[in-house]
């Protein structure tokens, strides 16, 4: 079955400009979350989404959201972007919440804001 | 914050020797799971181990887990030129019901020389 899918692949925004990001889980997973990857950072846990409610989120500013549909699919906002902000972000599924669930990740998504 | 630091930093080897890499953490973990990244690519989840634990394999993977000493190390047998990646290890400190919220160490960026 499919993998993780995040549209879009490459993106280039502006400072001051907002990026929504998308990401279509496994099919069946209910869990979603999100990673922001720089090379200074390494990679960084944003927040988590089960059910549609917002379960566990990462020390990042309010500029960073996100949302579950229904359909499990989610997407996450960044408003007022900041150079600092360019990055790889990657989506990840799991079939339950909790721990002891294998994390599968997508290709992520490249940011670069100029 | 890192969870977890990796060690070596960077490891190349030549084609079907051993690749031992290490991985310490901080806190208590429910469970560690180990991912590789291609250049550019997302994470692709090897295996994961659950705190009660030792080893566990999966091909030429052999995975360690030492609760007491805070670390796990990755093996992987007979290695091959496509064996060329970043691994990372992923700990997991979440409670069953609160969500799963994987914390990465620094990465071992692995070459093997054909």
């Known amino acids: 079955k499919a993998g993780v899918t995040q549209t879009p692949r490459y993106l280039i925004k502006t400072r001051g400009q907002q990026v929504t990001l998308s990401c279509s889980p496994i099919?069946?997973?209910?869990?979603v979350s999100w990673y922001q990857q720089t090379p200074g950072q390494g990679l960084q846990f944003l927040f988590e989404?089960?059910?549609?409610?917002?379960?566990n989120k990462g020390n990042f500013p309010g500029r960073f959201s996100g949302r579950q549909f229904s359909n499990s699919r989610s997407e996450m906002n960044v408003s007022t972007l900041e150079l600092g902000d360019s990055a790889l972000y990657l989506c990840?599924?799991?079939?339950?919440?909790?721990?002891?669930?294998?994390?599968?990740f997508g290709e992520g998504s490249w940011l670069t804001v100029v | 914050s890192q969870q977890g630091e990796e060690d070596p930093q960077a490891l190349s080897i030549q084609e079907g020797e051993n690749a031992t890499m290490n991985c310490s953490y901080k806190?208590?973990?429910?469970?560690l799971q180990w991912y590789r990244q291609n250049s550019g690519r997302g994470l692709v989840h090897l295996i994961l181990?659950?705190?009660?634990?030792r080893e566990k394999h999966s091909g030429r993977l052999r995975v360690t887990l030492d609760t007491s000493k805070k670390s796990s190390s990755l093996l992987i047998t007979a290695s091959r030129a496509a064996d060329t990646a970043s691994y990372f290890c992923?700990?997991?400190?979440?409670?069953?019901?609160?969500?799963?919220?994987?914390?990465f160490g620094e990465g071992t960026q692995l070459t093997v020389n054909p």
């Open positions: 990840a599924s799991s079939l339950r919440q909790g721990s002891g669930n294998t994390i599968y």
């Open positions: 806190t208590s973990i429910n469970n």
């Open positions: 992923a700990t997991d400190t979440q409670g069953e019901t609160s969500g799963s919220r994987l914390t």
């Open positions: 099919s069946g997973h209910r869990s």
């Open positions: 181990i659950r705190s009660n634990e």
């Open positions: 989404y089960f059910s549609e409610t917002q379960r």
